[in-house]
């Protein structure tokens, strides 16, 4: 799984980073709210899959075909890229909205086969993999915001780490070799400076009106997050 690219829009709002105090406060309060109300939205969407049996469903579809999964990766980057545009929209806040709503539904969509395996076969590996993210998530966020460095000079490892993990998955679907324990771990370590970047760019580069396409962008790195631990814990439970 792959987070969607950002770009930046014209914003009426200052640079959080330049804000005053009370301003920058209220941004981060916002942004984070949003967060939660994002993940609330994806986990409820998710029961909702799992309880419906659509999720057996979407199982047999990918299982019909190796190449399945390629397609619904591909539809689920190019949602992902409308979803960042809505949410950075300069003069909608509805449009802003309506953007976090559908990357919510497309992450929830895109998770549907993971979280049935776990479920099914590996049933303590979520609620382990839910904290270990949320720890992790934690001490990046605190550094962060402690050391108040500016991490963008992390942008050009991501991307062409990006481009890397995004060429070995396909190459994985291809030819049919599972990305095993090594890969995932690699993945955790690549999200984890993506949530780091995440997080120091909406301080330095996000405007204080921008407070959705923050969450948005935290969203999408933190879920990445989750994903591969979930991957993780999944391989080792097997190997077990």
Not at 62 to 69: D, H, N, P, T
Not at 158 to 169: H, N
Request: hydrophobic residues 55%.
């Amino acid at each position: 799984m792959q987070q969607p690219m950002h770009q930046m829009d014209m914003s009426t709002g200052v640079i959080v980073a330049n804000a005053e105090e009370s301003q920058r406060a209220a941004f981060i309060r916002r942004t984070y709210l949003h967060l939660g109300g994002a993940i609330l939205l994806f986990m409820g969407i998710e029961a909702l899959l799992l309880k419906s049996g659509v999720s057996e469903s979407f199982m047999a579809v990918l299982a019909g075909s190796r190449w399945m999964w390629l397609v619904v990766l591909g539809v689920f980057m190019l949602v992902s890229v409308v979803a960042d545009r809505w949410a950075r929209h300069p003069m909608s806040q509805g449009m802003q909205y309506a953007g976090l709503g559908l990357y919510a539904v497309a992450e929830a969509l895109i998770f549907m086969p993971v979280i049935y395996m776990a479920t099914r076969f590996a049933p303590d590996v979520l609620p382990n993999a839910a904290l270990i993210t949320l720890a992790l998530v934690a001490g990046i966020t605190f550094t962060a915001f402690t050391t108040r460095k500016n991490f963008s000079f992390l942008g050009p490892i991501l991307g062409i780490g990006g481009i890397v993990a995004l060429g070995v998955i396909v190459a994985s679907v291809i030819f049919g070799f599972s990305l095993g324990l090594v890969f995932s771990g690699l993945m955790i370590i690549f999200a984890a400076g993506s949530i780091l970047y995440t997080t120091s760019n909406i301080i330095h580069e996000y405007h204080t009106d921008q407070h959705v396409a923050a969450a948005l962008s935290l969203f999408s790195s933190v879920g990445l997050m989750f994903w591969y631990v979930t991957q993780f814990l999944m391989s080792m439970a097997g190997d077990n």
